[in-house]
């Protein structure tokens, strides 16, 4: 088992909280990403789960043990690092073996284990290198591996592809994801990349300024964002944010700001002040017959063209929206046009507040 539960747990450096009084259950068997913005605290959450860094306030359970004081030797955790913090000296077989020495396994037990996980993750024939003779995804693998060896309850990731480049950070993506169903160990993995958050996590656990916006499985926090933050952090070209207000229009209750309407069917209040949510490829030209439910008349500033699809920016009522469709999109730069979108598809929040209003 590996469940690990976090309970109100803070730490500041001086006057400055990094983690700011987080409640989160991770499932035993999860891969749960902590995803935000570069200093949001995830690194500091992931080293307090290692032991590497000791809470300010808050416990930590890993199943039934309370391990917020328990030193990082005493976990029954295992951390890969972002540098993957090999030791340079050793091979790959005493790398690898190193955290069974600690432990004070038997030679030959130890060597079996070695070139069991050696040969799981496909780095048997690299076994007598030393690092520096390794390519930096044989490195990465290392590294892992040497965190299997110990089969740990859980293993705490530390941005572990971001040293490798586009190509093989992909092909890594899948390996880990497969490793993960194989294991059948809980995963805490930080990232500020959302693609890996979307295609690795079984939930992603959103932090803004220390704090949790929002948990959640991928599809979750992508169709359902609890808040204005969360909304803009996922997706990319990200949803487009459109401040209104809401009124009563001839009997009908909309979100309204310069060119936009948006017809409100949750119970709102007039005057109230909004923000109107809708992704990129949730908006589409009009047709002169639709009757829309959300209505947008834009003046179309540029069109870019990605291959697949194409992207258009479009100015309305000062504001920049982001129209994402496949090829050809009818849309025109320096001409204006009618937009509209499924009104299922409009996400809408207080804007005093940043939260999603239902
Ligand atoms: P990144 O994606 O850039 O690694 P992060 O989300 O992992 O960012 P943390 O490394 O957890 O962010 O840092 C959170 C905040 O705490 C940052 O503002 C950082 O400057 C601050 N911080 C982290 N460690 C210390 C420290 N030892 N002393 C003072 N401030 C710190």
């Not at 941005?159 to 059948?184: F, G, I, V």
Request: net charge positive; with cysteine.
């Amino acid at each position: 088992m590996g469940r690990i539960r976090i309970e109100n747990l803070s730490r500041k450096f001086a006057d400055f909280t990094a983690v700011d009084n987080i409640d989160l259950d991770i499932r035993d068997g999860d891969f749960l990403v902590l995803l935000g913005p570069s200093g949001c605290g995830k690194t500091t959450l992931l080293r307090m789960l290692a032991g590497l860094l000791a809470p300010t306030s808050g416990r930590i359970l890993l199943d039934d043990d309370d391990i917020t004081a328990a030193p990082s030797r005493r976990r029954d955790v295992a951390m890969v690092f972002q540098s993957y913090a090999l030791y340079p000296h050793l091979s790959v077989a005493k790398n690898l073996a190193f955290p069974l020495r600690v432990k004070k396994m038997r030679k030959s037990e130890a060597a079996e284990r070695v070139d069991a996980v050696a040969r799981q993750l496909d780095i048997a024939h690299l076994l007598d290198r030393k690092p520096k003779e390794l390519s930096g995804g044989q490195r990465q693998r290392v590294a892992v591996g040497r965190a299997i060896v110990r089969d740990p309850k859980a293993f705490l990731m530390d941005e572990p592809l971001s040293n490798l480049d586009a190509k093989l950070r992909t092909a890594t993506r899948r390996e880990l994801t497969d490793l993960h169903r194989r294991l059948r160990a809980t995963f805490v993995y930080v990232t500020h990349d959302q693609v890996e958050a979307m295609t690795m996590a079984t939930r992603i656990a959103l932090l803004n300024n220390g704090a949790l916006e929002q948990v959640g499985t991928p599809e979750d926090v992508y169709d359902r964002p609890a808040s204005v933050f969360v909304a803009g952090f996922l997706g990319s070209p990200a949803m487009n944010l459109l401040d209104a207000r809401v009124r009563t229009v001839d009997g009908t209750v909309v979100a309204s700001a310069e060119g936009v309407t948006a017809p409100l069917w949750r119970g709102q209040t007039d005057g109230r002040d909004v923000v109107l949510g809708i992704r990129p490829e949730h908006l589409r030209v009009a047709d002169p017959v639709d009757h829309p439910g959300v209505r947008l008349s834009v003046d179309v500033t540029s069109v870019e063209n990605l291959g697949s699809e194409q992207v258009a920016y479009c100015e309305v009522g000062g504001a920049t929206v982001c129209v994402r469709a496949p090829r050809p999109i009818a849309l025109r730069a320096h001409r204006s046009a009618a937009l509209t979108a499924d009104p299922a598809h409009v996400h809408l929040f207080d804007r005093a507040t940043g939260r999603r209003l239902e």
